[in-house]
């Protein structure tokens, strides 16, 4: 039997929309009868630098015109028109170049395909990192990425290194690239399920893909770009497979197989399971039925005796970005820089005019009173002061408690909210800052509330069981506001940012903010209701 050898993943033509960065920094040389592209370290620094700065401000065209179909679409909800009109609005703010679209900047990634007539100096990842850093410091964004100093103790790397670089071999003179940045919301949602081959039957994977669909939540900010992957060599291939997926870096792999094993999507499942991300009731946040734009599915050749599957989102924070550098230059992907255009002609509700509206400057009894007249789905603005507290000040919060000490006034004074600035612009109360995932805290709900601490709270998503039942057991509420437009919270609705405590811990610290008409909906009551849990199907009763 001859060797035949068959690409794995086997792409169509580009059909990316380009810009011109520089014609500088590349020249091409003779090398054994042929031409050979060098490439010098700045023109890498310069296409990480402009990558990372765009995706941080500017989303694509295709991502705003699946959020305007939304708008269009009579089966829509009023409640998912409300999220998809924020969403737009929120990329018409971030597209000013001050206020990134999410405050969670991410996590900077790079995928290269470098060909084997290309030359550079070999700091290429060195090169592309310090584009990375130049960014991270210049703009108004937040540095998320957390340093082991040891097994335990950890601190903020304060210019969001390391991203993550993979540099592929391929064939050819041009350097291709992907630029990601993934905010931990989304990155969270990334499942592996080690299955075997019993799964692969029409009825059962579909069952069992739809259940797994209801993991992910609406932690994420969706609507989402929704990828399924049915196999892999590895699980690192499997999980790979689906982040690029979710970048839509793999929109044009063929729709069939081959006995040489090539991935291919298979548009009647996708279509399918779309479907039934509709019937889910989560929505695009405030239950609903656009609980995804998309679904992709991907087929890879496997193991006998393994059948991985992989499931992961791209959120509304949708930042991607292809680029490459040939003999012509530096080319960059063209996002789009008037989402405002999507906005013309559509008439959507607004969140503001089915609110109720709730003082936050009066005691906490007052206002647990106020929310205690409403129901789940109920929709509030609120006004007054709020401490904002996540993952690292609550751990802090706690080792309180163990040390016997009380825990502070200002976590039962006020609401607290979970969440992470980015860098406040110039002359801008507040940078981004929408909220965090409410799920990552549950486990100091009770503890806290016993202590007549956190009695509301507000973040995105939904909650475990262990969460209502705290706030039924001593009268406390989850808000949930909706994940994404963190712009509009710090253009429109944020007046002024204090650090109160823990400044170590940057982002992390516990801060105090004042707001004004405070977008967010009762998801979990002092009476026992969840709204993700009982009725998540229905749009909020104030519409």
């Known amino acids: 039997m001859d060797f035949v050898f068959e690409e794995m993943f086997q792409l169509g033509p580009d059909k990316t929309n380009y810009r011109r960065l520089t014609a500088d920094h590349v020249e091409v040389a003779r090398f054994k009868g042929q031409d050979m592209l060098e490439v010098a370290p700045a023109a890498l620094t310069l296409l990480a630098r402009d990558a990372f700065r765009d995706i941080s401000f500017l989303l694509r065209a295709s991502h705003q015109e699946k959020l305007a179909r939304i708008l269009r679409d009579p089966k829509a909800t009023e409640s998912d028109k409300v999220v998809a009109r924020l969403m737009i609005e929120n990329a018409v703010v971030s597209a000013g170049f001050q206020l990134p679209f999410c405050q ?6 790079i995928v290269a395909k470098k060909g ?76 592996l399920f080690q299955q075997t081959r019993a799964l692969l039957s029409p009825r059962i994977l579909e069952d069992f893909l739809v259940e797994k669909m209801k993991l992910i939540g609406t932690a994420a900010c969706p609507p989402y770009h929704l990828a399924v992957v049915i196999g892999g060599t590895s699980a690192e291939m499997t999980m790979k497979t689906v982040k690029l997926a979710t970048a839509g870096a793999l929109e044009s792999l063929p729709a069939s197989g081959s006995k040489g094993g090539r991935a291919f999507r298979d548009p009647e499942l996708e279509e399918r399971l779309l479907a039934a991300s509709r019937a889910i009731g989560y929505g695009a946040q405030l239950g609903g039925r656009c609980f995804c734009h998309d679904v992709r599915v991907i087929r890879l050749p496997r193991h006998g005796a393994s059948c991985p599957i992989g499931m992961g989102v791209s959120c509304a924070a949708d930042r991607n970005a292809k680029a490459k550098i040939t003999s012509e230059g530096v080319f960059l992907e063209e996002l789009e820089r008037d989402p405002g255009r999507f906005l013309e002609g559509v ?28 129901s789940i789905k109920t929709l509030v603005s609120m006004t007054g002061r709020m401490i904002v507290a996540r993952d690292i000040a609550h751990a802090r919060l706690k080792e309180r408690l163990d040390r016997g000490e009380d825990l502070p006034d200002y976590m039962k004074l006020h609401p607290v909210y979970y969440a992470g600035p980015s860098k406040t612009p110039a002359g801008m109360p507040s940078g981004s800052f929408g909220p965090t995932t409410a799920g990552r805290m549950d486990s100091y709900v009770d503890l806290f509330q016993s202590r007549r601490a956190s009695m509301i709270m507000i973040a995105k998503g939904n909650r475990n069981r262990a969460v ?6 001593h009268g406390g509420f989850y808000l949930c506001t909706v994940g994404g437009p963190a712009a509009i919270l710090a253009r429109d609705h944020i007046r002024k940012v204090e650090l109160i405590e823990y400044d170590e811990l940057g982002m992390e610290a516990v801060f105090a903010i004042d707001v004004v008409e405070f977008p967010a909906m009762i998801a979990v009551d002092d009476k026992g209701n969840d709204f993700f849990e009982e009725d998540a199907a229905c749009a909020p009763e104030s519409f």
């Open 116 to 191: 084997h007539r290309v030359l550079t100096d070999g700091f290429d990842v060195e090169s592309l990192s310090r584009g990375v850093f130049e960014t991270y410091r210049r703009e108004n964004l937040r540095y998320s990425q957390m340093s082991p100093l040891s097994m335990y103790e950890e601190r903020n790397t304060g210019d969001n290194l390391p991203a993550q670089i993979d540099i592929y071999a391929a064939h050819g003179a041009s350097y291709e690239f992907l630029f990601i940045a993934k905010g931990g919301g989304s990155a969270n949602k990334s499942f």
């Open 347 to 374: 008439d959507a509700s607004r969140f503001e005019a089915h609110a109720v509206k709730i003082d936050l400057n009066q005691p906490m009894r007052a206002i647990l009173a106020e929310l205690s007249k409403h």
């Open 104 to 109: 969670d900047t991410g996590t900077a990634t």
């Open 468 to 473: 209502t039942d705290a706030c039924k057991k």
